[in-house]
C-alpha cells in the first residue's frame, strides 16, 4: 500500500490539475490529497521545499516539482506520452510548458487567481486591485499575442497534444474564476485551439472537475475526486 | 552552414555555461553569441519571448530555454547524458536543477548579481542593497540549509553528475562575483560538493572561462570563447 502513486495538492491549482490530466490519459491510478500550498505546516516544507504543489509519493520517493513529475509519468509509463515523440517537437513542448508554469502562470495567472480569489477567501483581504489590472491589461495580452502567433490552425502547440498545452489550458481555467473573459475577436487562433485543448476527454474531465472543487472544502474536494477518479 | 549549432547568450549568464558545460561534456561542436539579455532588441524577443539567455539555433529551429535545450541535448546526443540513467534519478535531479533554475537562481542569486555587477556596470546605478541582504542574510542561507541535507558525502546530487549539480555551480560562480563568501564550517557538506562538481572536467572548463569573459567586453568574449572552444 505504501507504494501507491499519491498526488498532494488541491486540484484547485492548475498545476496539480496539469498532473491529473497526464495520470488520467495514462489511465495510471492514484489517489490525491488535497492539500492548500499556503496553508501547509512543517511537514509539508519538508516534502515541497518551495511549498508548491503538487508533490507526487510513491512511497518513500518524493517528487515537488509538476514539470518533473510529467516527466516521470512519462518515462515510468510510456504507454500513451505526454510529450509528443520527435525530439524537436517534443523541446518545443517543453519550451510551452516552461513559459506557462513560470511566466504565464506563476508571473501572470497565478497572481490574478491569488489576489481575486485567494486573497478574499483564504486571507480574508481585500484584493490587490492594481496587481489585478497590471496582468488584465499589460501581462496577460501580452502573453496571448505572443501565443496567436504560436498556435497552430489546426492541431496543438508541438503537434501531438502535450503537457505544454494542457499547462495552458488549465491555467486559463484560474483566470476565468478571477474574472478574465476570452476576447475570441481579438485571439481567434487561440481561442479556437484552446477549445481544441478543452475538447480533449482528460481535459474536460479536469475542466469538469475543477469546476466542482473551487467551491469545496479539503474534505468535500476528497469526495468529488473520489467521484471523478475512484478509490486508488 | 545554417545547421550549426548555435547558443546565443552571453557566457557571463550562469544559465549559458551550464550549456556550455553540457556541450564540452558531450563534444558537440558549437558556436556561441555572446548577447546580454538586457539589452536584446526586437529581433532578440522574437527568439527569446521572456529576453532569456541562452536560446539555441539549429537552423530555424529555435529553442530559448535552458533547461529545454539540456534535454533536447541529451536526447540528439546521447553518448553522455547530462541526466542520470534511472529513471528516478533523472527525476531528482530535474527537481534540484528546477529548483536552482527558478528558486534559486532567479529570486536569490541572480538578484544578488543583478544587484551588485549588472546594475553598476551596465545601468550605471547603485544596487539595492536592501535587496542584496534580504539575498545573503535570508534567502540564501535558508537555500544552502535545505542544500547541506540534500548533497550525499560523496558523488553527486542525483548519482552521476546532472545538469542539476551544474547549475547550482554555475551560479555559484556569479554569487561570489557579487561579494558572496561560502561559509564551510557552517556548511560543510554542500562546500564539499561544490568542490567535487566545480573539479570535473567540464564546469571546471566554464569557470575558469567565466573568470575571463566577466570583465570583457561581447567582441573580448567573442574572441576567449574561441579560445576555450574553438571556431565551430
Chains 1, 2 share one sequence.
Not at 67 to 91: C, F, K, N, S, W
Not at 179 to 193: I, K, N, S, T, V
Amino acid at each position: 500500500m505504501t507504494d501507491k502513486l499519491t498526488i498532494i495538492g488541491t486540484p484547485v491549482s492548475p498545476y496539480v490539475r496539469k498532473v491529473l490530466a497526464v495520470l488520467d490519459m495514462k489511465a495510471v491510478p492514484f489517489r490525491c490529497i488535497p492539500q492548500v500550498p499556503f496553508l501547509g505546516d512543517e511537514n509539508f516544507t519538508r516534502i515541497s521545499p518551495l511549498r508548491r504543489v503538487p508533490v507526487m509519493q510513491i512511497g518513500d520517493f518524493t517528487l515537488p516539482d509538476s514539470t518533473a513529475i510529467v516527466q516521470y509519468l512519462d518515462e515510468a509509463h510510456p504507454e500513451t506520452m505526454a510529450y509528443p515523440g520527435d525530439i524537436r517537437d517534443r523541446a518545443r513542448a517543453r519550451w510551452f510548458e516552461e513559459y506557462a508554469d513560470d511566466h504565464l502562470g506563476r508571473n501572470v495567472l497565478f497572481k490574478l487567481f491569488f489576489q481575486r480569489v485567494v486573497r478574499p477567501r483564504i486571507f480574508k483581504e481585500e484584493p490587490d486591485e492594481a496587481i489585478v489590472a497590471e496582468a488584465l491589461e499589460g501581462d496577460l495580452p501580452r502573453a496571448l499575442d505572443y501565443l496567436e502567433g504560436e498556435v497552430p490552425d489546426e492541431g496543438f502547440l508541438a503537434g501531438d497534444l502535450s503537457a505544454g498545452d494542457i499547462i495552458i489550458a488549465t491555467l486559463m481555467k484560474n483566470a476565468l474564476w478571477a474574472g478574465w473573459q476570452l476576447d475570441a475577436d481579438r485571439w481567434p487562433r487561440f481561442a479556437a485551439w484552446l477549445a481544441r485543448v478543452n475538447a480533449t476527454p482528460s481535459v474536460s474531465k479536469v475542466n469538469a472537475l475543477a469546476d466542482e472543487v473551487v467551491n469545496a472544502n479539503p474534505k468535500e474536494q476528497m469526495v468529488i475526486l473520489r467521484r471523478y477518479f475512484g478509490k486508488a
